[in-house]
């Protein structure tokens, strides 16, 4: 029945909206597009060596990447998301917004630090040797550079996907709920396995499908780590052939993946009603933990904090101290390019999400739901492939209004939307599209289809409905998409490295080039900002989320 | 926003008359050439099971709808009418939903001045003051939806409905997600609020009960079409319909056989009716039996065997199959306990015959 | 304001046209703002780390007054940038730190042949374009590095004699996607064939002490702390080492030894690889374009990436970096660059075929 009045809802006549909204997702999948538009110019034979020699490394690399890092997440992120909300215990306040601290640290720089730390070369296991005097290969040590090492550190950052959403769950599930299930003989442990668990499924797998998707995209980590995963092999065959077309070929196939992961959550979804309640419980009954749960607990919500955020950031405070490249006036500009390209980019995304959202919420065709879909693909490309697939495009456009420039005006121009920031924005909003259409979507699906009728009916024109019902409504989810898409720009580097302007360089640029050049400590300034920027909103994050228990 | 000055003084009635209205999603009909009257200042409701189309015609009365045939008018100014609609918000209709849909985000007394933001400070005050003592919910001005029961928020959003004074207030099946008891109380309520205020209503409801307990005027609909539009009394004991009959009350269709203008012949012998029913003599026809036709009594010559029975205090209703095998209801008082298996006498009384042509 | 920086220059303003100044408001009004146009600039897109080549673009701004704009980024993202820029594109000139990337950038028609007596001059044949279209800047060689307490130099001898059986268990590489050891492969399908090289692979491959990893500077350390005896480096990365403070780096500079490979009497010598830079097909600053790669090729350039990277100089008569020069002369691999971009694909394939991860 609500289902039947959301189809009808007629806020608008939608079909403006439609028409933008299909024009949106169109744009976003530019990029997509001509990446697969790619796969049927390539030369068949390197397509047939990839086959014949690593194409099955990169698969199964990725499946157990994936594998891995999917239960990491879920390990680290449902366990303290559930502890958290519904538990009393020393410190449960600040741990809850403390466990997402690790989303400000880039993979790439979790990798860097933890390679240094544990490394046969690092502090640990030159310890180790100093102390018994076996040399390397003579004891067992846990080896980072390698597949299982990659999943820790992908897990360690990007668990907090899958504890800010099972935690928003966990928070609206009634506690009376719960209480009904204890009375019928349930305990703590079973009801939380029996209910709230189940209750908060699809939140869940949102939260490890972005995780997933995170881990097809990253480059960094892999990398470094020497794992022949998809994205390094994507690389690797537009590096070293110089194939653009195979590597489209190979993107494809991640393409596919991520279209199965995406139609799996929706899956997962199927039976949960298009509406939650409009009005939840608030409750703040907790769960009393004795003294020795009361440790337990603290402990199993300190540990990802600790090895995901407490020591990367030691160990790159560390390095910058005794680094060479100090921290000087470059800096503030550096920080400056991060912070606003990364605050514009996400005031983007959100303002799109929210025409994809509202369009997919009024208009229930084929076409507006298969835009939102499209629109969202982008995520779990690397940062380069997007890019490749932003410049060819975008000059093809710019050779043509030079050209009739130059036929009307006689004047030579140069580029006008490639090698600009409008290109490097661009990039970002197609990369993290679906990041920011999660969050609002799940804000809207709140709003039932009443309350705008019940505003229509006080006398309000849709705009206003918008402005007095949903604005205050949505703030929150609008909040957690702009804090969200904001730390992921920051933090991003294939795309910003390939389209960013002449001389303009963002502190990731900066923290990659001396990485990659292997000068580690000397990298530790500008990846300790990264940090240290994408720490606000992070905090801001926490606290919205806190806060949104008010009433 | 809303213009004050088209806003008529409350204490204006005005009528709703809906002529051959017909709704359609994707040339898929929904309703289909609907008439529907209400007087100023009665409470209407249109009555029927789910999916029959009522709550699309509430929808399209409040303007979430557009009509593809008919016009809707209000106090003779034409609201819908094919290929134009004046929106919602202009219509100064209000509704009540059945998911209560306060905004979770205001205060009662926000919820409940949201719709009269233009009034001044002191207007509005006085309205909310007003509305939460007639609601009995004086008190709770600053308290938010969520720390209220489910009645105390269906009393809110009535408030909230009420306050600008529309001309006319719909109730989108407003008391079903309320447990009986508190139904009960409520309905009454709600009826004694809206007269109170002289407040045109029109309520939808798959409850016949609280329709009968609601409105003046009762629309029974089924498949997109309302088969009867009147009185509660009306629509129980002089049925339009066979659906009609079928849907309100409980009810037996009786194979019978005209034996005059006034007159058929049943299992249960000759019945007669007051006045005619303009049926032909000898027609094979159907006879609606409501249980309170059939009584228990012992001189009669047609006797029946008790097949089941329900004790309801006042009274007992037997289910009693007659000797042609046919099944019937029937009151009996209190103290006429029999058992099942028992065969008892019955007799009819009737006023008037409800007949309706035997369906091949 | 955002400064977009964006290369929207009127280069040429054949005729004054009313219109022109609403076409530039419009601009502006859209968010994109035309940089201040110095008279004369250069725009260069560089594989070169920004740390590794800013420095010396600071220096030719000092001298020259040509205003050098800058963007790093990977060769292949760059090169795909300029193909897809076309005769628009901004850029004049384009550096990078393998020949085959140069050589792919001229086969992909995004370059132009330049010539000056003075380059000329300075860059040997084997060092440049056989048709002129780009020219090296310095060299980087890629040896042999060993853990002097547990291998003799006597032991070592060239690249190939590191597939044998008796380093089985001891040698360190890093990943095949790395241009480096591309480009050593690449060398050795020259000289000794494809099939040859596979085995060579295929030997190397089977004598890990680990499975491919890290960078340079890794590898060096895993000599150092003893997860292998034997890898194959950049000198400039262990030059880097030599010079730094960190008590690790130093323990590097102690324990490991530089080997010059393939030094035998007929043997071709040290790989070696360039950095380079060529100048693009669109380029409007052709002029300014010749004058920094002629800086670049100065006696101050040149003398800065031996001193501050520990690279080979290009031009005659630049002392190499001086804490390298302590390990000896040794004869360098005087193979066509050309070859090198040449065998780089069938190198890759090679490297995929015999399990080079």
Redesign the interface.
């Known amino acids: 029945m609500m289902l039947d009045l959301a189809k009808r809802m007629t806020l608008f006549r939608p079909n403006w909206l439609m028409l933008i909204s299909v024009a949106v997702a169109l744009l976003l999948a530019l990029p997509v597009l001509v990446i697969l538009t790619n796969v049927l110019t390539g030369q068949a034979n390197v397509w047939q060596h990839l086959i014949d020699t690593v194409l099955t490394d990169y698969i199964s690399s990725s499946l157990l990447l994936m594998l891995g890092v999917g239960a990491g997440s879920l390990l680290l992120g449902v366990p303290t998301a559930w502890l958290t909300s519904v538990c009393r215990f020393p410190g449960h306040k600040w741990l809850a917004w403390a466990l997402l601290l690790p989303l400000a640290v880039p993979a790439y720089i979790i990798a860097y630090t933890y390679t240094g730390l544990l490394d046969f070369a690092g502090p640990v296991q030159t310890l180790i040797r100093d102390l018994t005097g076996l040399s390397y290969g003579e004891y067992w040590f846990f080896e980072v550079r390698s597949l299982p090492g990659a999943i820790v550190m992908l897990s360690l950052v990007l668990y907090p996907y899958v504890y800010l959403m099972s935690r928003a769950a966990f928070l609206e599930q009634s506690a009376n709920t719960l209480e009904v299930s204890r009375s019928l003989g349930y305990s703590h442990t079973r009801s939380f396995f029996k209910l709230a668990l189940p209750l908060a499924r699809p939140a869940i797998v949102a939260g490890v499908t972005l995780a997933l998707m995170e881990t097809l995209a990253d480059y960094g980590t892999v990398k470094y780590f020497g794992v022949a995963s998809f994205t390094t092999g994507i690389m690797r065959t537009f590096n070293g052939f110089g194939d653009a077309a195979a590597a489209s070929q190979l993107a494809s196939v991640l393409l596919l993946f991520v279209t199965c992961l995406i139609l799996l959550e929706r899956y997962s979804r199927r039976r949960i009603s298009y509406h939650s309640s409009g009005i939840r419980k608030a409750s703040n009954r907790k769960i009393e933990l004795n003294k020795k749960q009361g440790v337990l607990a603290a402990l199993v919500c300190f540990l990802p904090v600790f090895l995901g955020f407490i020591v990367p950031g030691l160990q790159l405070t560390y390095w910058a101290i005794f680094s060479s490249e100090g921290i000087d006036s470059s800096f503030i500009q550096l920080a400056w390019n991060s912070l606003y390209l990364a605050a514009l980019a996400a005031l983007i995304a959100v303002v799109l999400a929210l025409i994809l959202a509202y369009a997919s919420r009024l208009n229930k065709r084929k076409a507006v739901q298969a835009s939102v879909t499209v629109a969202g693909l982008g995520y779990a490309l690397p940062g380069t492939i997007i890019a490749i697939g932003i410049i060819i495009p975008f000059a093809w456009l710019d050779h043509k209004i030079i050209a009739w420039v130059q036929e009307v005006f006689e004047v030579r121009f140069g580029l006008i939307l490639s090698g600009t920031l409008f290109a490097l924005l661009f990039a970002y909003t197609v990369r993290f599209m679906a990041v920011s259409l999660g969050a609002v979507q799940s804000g809207l699906g709140k709003i039932t289809p009443s309350l705008d009728a019940a505003g229509r009916s006080l006398g309000y024109k849709p705009m206003d409905v918008l402005r007095k019902i949903h604005l205050p409504l949505m703030k929150s989810s609008v909040l957690t998409a702009l804090l969200i898409v904001f730390v992921d720009v920051l933090k991003e580097l294939p795309a910003t490295l390939i389209l960013r302007p002449f001389n303009f360089n963002t502190l990731a640029v900066r923290a990659f080039e001396l990485a990659s050049d292997e000068r580690l400590a000397d990298a530790a300034p500008a990846s300790l900002m990264i940090v240290l920027v994408g720490l606000v909103p992070v905090i801001l994050l926490s606290r919205s989320i806190g806060s949104g228990q008010a009433h | 926003?809303?213009d004050m000055t088209s806003l008529p003084p409350a204490h204006m009635l005005t009528d709703l008359d809906i002529k051959n209205v017909s709704v359609s999603?994707d040339d898929k009909a929904i309703i289909q050439g609907v008439n529907f009257k209400l007087v100023a200042g009665q409470i209407g409701c249109l009555l029927g099971p789910?999916g029959c189309g009522k709550s699309?015609l509430l929808?399209a009365i409040?303007?979430?709808?557009?009509v593809s045939a008919g016009t809707i008018e209000l106090d003779g100014k034409v609201l819908s009418e094919p290929g134009s609609l004046i929106?919602?918000?202009?219509?100064?209709?209000?509704?009540v939903?059945?998911?209560?849909?306060?905004?979770?985000?205001l205060t009662i007394s926000q919820n409940i001045e949201?719709?009269i933001q233009h009034w001044s400070k002191s207007e509005r005050q006085q309205r909310t003051e007003h509305l939460l003592k007639l609601v009995g919910l004086s008190g709770f001005e600053t308290r938010?939806?969520?720390?209220l029961s489910g009645g105390q928020?269906q009393r809110i959003?009535l408030a909230?409905?009420m306050?600008?004074k529309?001309k006319l207030l719909?109730m989108d099946e407003p008391f079903s997600g309320l447990d009986a008891k508190l139904r009960e109380e409520l309905v009454p309520d709600v009826r004694a609020i809206l007269l109170a205020e002289k407040m045109s209503a029109i309520l939808v409801s798959h409850d016949q009960m609280e329709a009968f307990a609601m409105a003046d005027q009762i629309a029974v609909m089924s498949e997109g079409q309302i088969h009867q539009l009147d009185t509660a009394y009306q629509i129980y004991h002089k049925p339009a319909t066979r659906f009609v009959a079928s849907f309100i009350g409980h009810g037996d269709l009786l194979p019978s056989k005209v034996c005059g203008s006034n007159c058929v012949v049943s299992d249960l012998g000759e019945i007669k009716g007051k006045t005619d029913h303009g049926f032909k003599a000898d027609e094979e026809i159907d006879l609606l039996i409501r249980p309170d036709d059939i009584l228990h009594d012992d001189d009669s010559e047609f006797m029946g065997e008790i097949v089941s029975k329900w004790f309801r205090g006042s009274h007992f209703l037997y289910r009693v199959r007659l000797a042609s095998g046919k099944v019937v209801y029937c009151f009996a008082s209190s103290h006429h306990n029999h058992c099942v298996g028992q065969s008892i006498g019955l007799s009819v009384h009737l006023d008037h015959l409800v007949l309706f042509p035997r369906e091949s | 304001m955002l400064n977009f920086n964006s290369k929207t220059l009127v280069t040429k303003l054949a005729r004054p046209h009313l219109k022109l100044s609403s076409i530039l408001s419009f601009i502006l009004a859209s968010g994109l703002s035309l940089p201040v146009i110095a008279d004369e600039e250069v725009n260069v897109y560089s594989a070169r780390k920004e740390a590794l080549i800013k420095p010396m673009l600071d220096r030719f701004e000092e001298e020259s007054g040509v205003a050098v704009n800058l963007i790093t980024g990977s060769a292949d993202a760059l090169l795909r940038r300029l193909q897809v820029e076309g005769e628009y594109s901004p850029a004049d000139i384009f550096i990078t730190v393998d020949a085959g990337r140069l050589h792919r950038a001229k086969k992909a028609g995004v370059l132009q042949p330049f010539q000056t007596a003075k380059i000329d001059e300075l860059v040997p044949e084997h060092l440049r374009d056989s048709d002129d279209y780009w020219y090296s800047l310095s060299q980087r060689s890629r040896t042999i590095f060993y853990a002097k307490d547990k291998v003799t130099p006597e032991q070592l001898s060239s690249y190939e004699a590191l597939a044998d059986s008796e380093w089985k268990g001891r040698i360190c590489v890093r990943s095949s996607g790395n241009i480096y050891n591309q480009s050593l492969v690449a060398s050795m399908i020259e000289v000794n064939g494809a099939k040859a090289t596979q085995e060579w692979v295929k030997g190397l491959m089977a004598n890990l002490a680990r499975p491919p990893f890290g960078g340079d500077t890794d590898l060096l350390k895993a000599v150092a702390t003893g997860v292998c005896d034997v890898t194959i480096a950049n000198t400039y990365y262990f030059g880097r080492m030599m010079k730094s403070d960190n008590a690790l780096d130093q323990l590097v500079a102690e324990k490991v030894g530089v080997f010059w490979a393939n030094q035998a009497e007929s043997d071709r010598g040290v790989h070696m690889n360039v950095s380079g830079a060529g100048i693009t097909a669109a380029s409007v600053n052709k002029d300014s374009a010749i004058k920094l790669i002629e800086f670049l090729l100065s006696n101050e350039a040149q003398t800065w990436y031996a001193d501050v990277n520990n690279e080979y100089p290009v031009v005659d008569g630049i002392a190499p970096p001086v804490n390298l020069a302590s390990f000896g002369d040794f004869r360098t691999d005087k193979i066509s660059l050309t070859k090198l971009g040449d065998n780089n694909l069938e190198a890759v394939k090679i490297m995929d075929a015999a399990g080079w991860k």
Request: hydrophobic fraction near 35%; proline fraction near 12%.
């Open positions: 926003m809303r999603y789910s699309t929808r409040a303007g979430f709808e557009q929106n919602p918000e202009q219509r100064n209709i209000g509704m939903f059945q998911d209560v849909a306060l905004f979770p985000h949201f719709g938010y939806p969520s720390s928020q959003a909230r409905a306050a600008p529309p719909l």
